[in-house]
């Protein structure tokens, strides 16, 4: 009735019980309070970045190191090292038996001395092309070379060299070729690269070349969703080595010392 005897629209009236419009009042300057925490920005720390640029100038310095390191090896070392890396394709009539599709030869300072698609005997099933790049197309190429002429060029590039790889048995298997075991630095056996799993500590398990490129290169390779270079492939498990090879290499000699003197016993 006041309202209406004072002119206002009677329609526009707020009843409100005593109290609730100061707790409707903070309830909006709360939901305000968060939402403007919401879109507050977040920027890094001071020290946070300071710890981060100290990092990387670490890690530049180490890299830099080797680098000097490697400069200062001499060429005919380097000229031991050849890295190999193969791709498969399935046979059979399920496809799971592999056989031997590609192969890669490179060298300590990353030069493809062999890169070729190999022909295949048998009916290829599975030409697993997600993984591994090879197709019909390549294998039957003039360029492809037969197995047999494969092998024996393999075989003879790799003899006195030291074989560097990851899970070398399967692309020796493929190839069917043997090397000597003291001339094979197998970065899916290095026990460094390794990682234990299972009860009481586990087994030691190989990880993958991937894996331990990006963790320890910060390298890229084998990127979801494209196919496997083999040539790509030989090239980061011969930086992988370089990475470590110091220590390998004198941890190779300790046993090899370790064994004569137990032979001498």
């Known amino acids: ?19 609730q419009e100061n707790d409707e009042q903070n309830e909006i300057r709360t939901s305000a309070s968060k939402r403007q925490k919401t879109n507050k920005k977040s920027f890094p720390r ?34 031991k090292y050849l890295a190999l890396d193969c791709e498969m394709v399935g046979i059979g009539s399920e496809g799971k038996q592999s056989a031997l599709a590609r192969v890669s030869l490179s060298d300590w300072h990353g030069e493809v001395i062999l890169d070729t698609f190999v022909k295949v005997p048998s009916r290829v099933t599975d030409f697993r092309t997600h993984v591994s790049g090879v197709t019909a197309k390549h294998l039957h190429s003039d360029d492809a070379m037969e197995l047999h002429a494969c092998r024996k060029k393999v075989g003879e590039i790799l003899r006195n060299k030291i074989l560097v790889g990851h899970a070398l048995k399967n692309d020796l298997q493929a190839l069917l070729l043997d090397h000597p075991k003291d001339d094979i630095r197998d ?33 890229d390779i084998q990127v979801a969703g494209q196919a496997h270079d083999s040539t790509e492939d030989a090239r980061a498990s011969m930086d992988l080595f370089k990475h470590v090879r110091e220590v390998w290499e004198k941890e190779l000699k300790r046993q090899a010392t370790s064994a004569n003197g137990r032979k001498k016993k």
């Open 1 to 19: 009735r006041k309202a209406r005897s004072e002119g206002k629209d009677e329609n526009s009236i707020k009843f409100v019980i005593e109290g």
């Open 46 to 79: 001071i020290n946070d970045l300071l710890e981060e640029q100290k990092k990387r100038e670490k890690e530049q310095q180490q890299v830099e190191a080797k680098r000097q390191a490697e400069a200062k090896l001499p060429e005919d070392m380097k000229s």
């Open 187 to 219: 970065t899916a056996k290095y026990r460094p690269f390794q990682r234990a799993s299972g009860r009481n500590g586990g087994k030691w398990r190989p990880r993958k070349l991937r894996d331990l490129v990006k963790e320890n290169l910060n390298i």
